[in-house]
């Protein structure tokens, strides 16, 4: 299997995408398929899941060798750190052979001066996955903000509490924060100011999340100028980057549960 990423804005958003991971996982499992490239993971705590989706187009050159799907697992702090090393202006290289199958080699390299080589090879794990099958849910709510503005106030929000309330209706979409010792902020999103949005008619929505996920979240938003967020009572928030090319991300966070 050979990958590779000329690109050098599709090399920031991968290498974007793989440092940010670490936030939520130890280790990761990379399907390699000979459609392109798939990942689906779970936090520690089993509260949110990752799902991504990078197809054999989005890449500059995809070389799939195999009669089946590579599986491939990674420390995602060992990734961490060689995604770290690579310079802005270089292309990402990837290789995969039978020859030596424990072991992964990725390779950085660009032709502007003063920009050299490098080469890294990644010892491979065995993890043991089993794949969810996400059902398709009717969302009552759907909307798309700017995805800088939205990171932005999770931030500020994550100040004042543990935890974002959102109510949603057909008029407005309101963010809650509080905590006794820091006091309370509440935010109103206008829905004229929205790139989209749509609910169901008649519907209010009042969910809980947690913010510390939602932060964690909202640090992979250099991937797209825009989210897209999708809520539905009892069910998990669905928050989705889109990564052209029919590429995407997308976060599933389970709402926090009211004590009876």
């Keep these: 299997m050979d990958i590779k ?15 940010n991971i670490k936030l939520f996982t130890d280790h990761i499992s990379i399907v390699c398929r000979p459609t392109g490239v798939y990942l689906q993971t779970m936090d520690t705590s089993r509260v949110s899941i990752i799902e991504l989706s990078l197809p054999a187009s989005w890449f500059d050159a995809y070389i799939h060798t195999h009669n089946t799907d590579i599986v491939i697992g990674i ?3 060992i990734l961490y750190k060689i995604l770290n090393a690579r310079e802005k202006m270089q292309h990402i290289q990837i290789v995969y052979s039978n020859d030596s199958n424990d072991m992964l080699e990725i390779h950085f390299s660009s032709d502007e001066k003063n920009s050299f080589d490098k080469h890294f090879e990644i010892p491979l794990i065995d993890i043991e996955m089993d794949y969810m099958e996400i059902p398709h849910i009717e969302y009552v709510a759907e909307f798309i903000v700017p995805s800088i503005i939205f990171s932005s106030l999770v931030q500020q929000l994550k ?8 109510n949603c209706s057909e008029d407005k979409i309101m963010l809650f924060s509080n905590s006794p010792d820091s006091g309370k902020m509440s935010v109103e999103i206008k829905i004229d100011d929205l790139t989209s949005f749509a609910i ?8 809980s999340f947690s913010i ?37 991300m997308k976060f599933f966070l389970a709402p926090k549960i009211e004590d009876s």
């Design 75 to 77: 420390s995602s702090s």
């Design 159 to 166: 100040m004042f509490g543990d935890s974002m309330d959102i």
């Design 212 to 248: 510390n996920y939602l932060h964690n979240i909202c640090s992979f938003n250099k991937l797209s100028k825009e989210i897209e967020i999708k809520l539905c009572n009892q069910y998990p928030l669905s928050i989705i980057y889109d990564l052209g090319n029919e590429g995407f």
């Design 200 to 207: 169901n008619e008649g519907e209010q929505l009042n969910m």
């Design 5 to 19: 990423i000329f690109n050098i804005v599709k090399a920031e958003l991968f290498a974007n995408i793989f440092q």
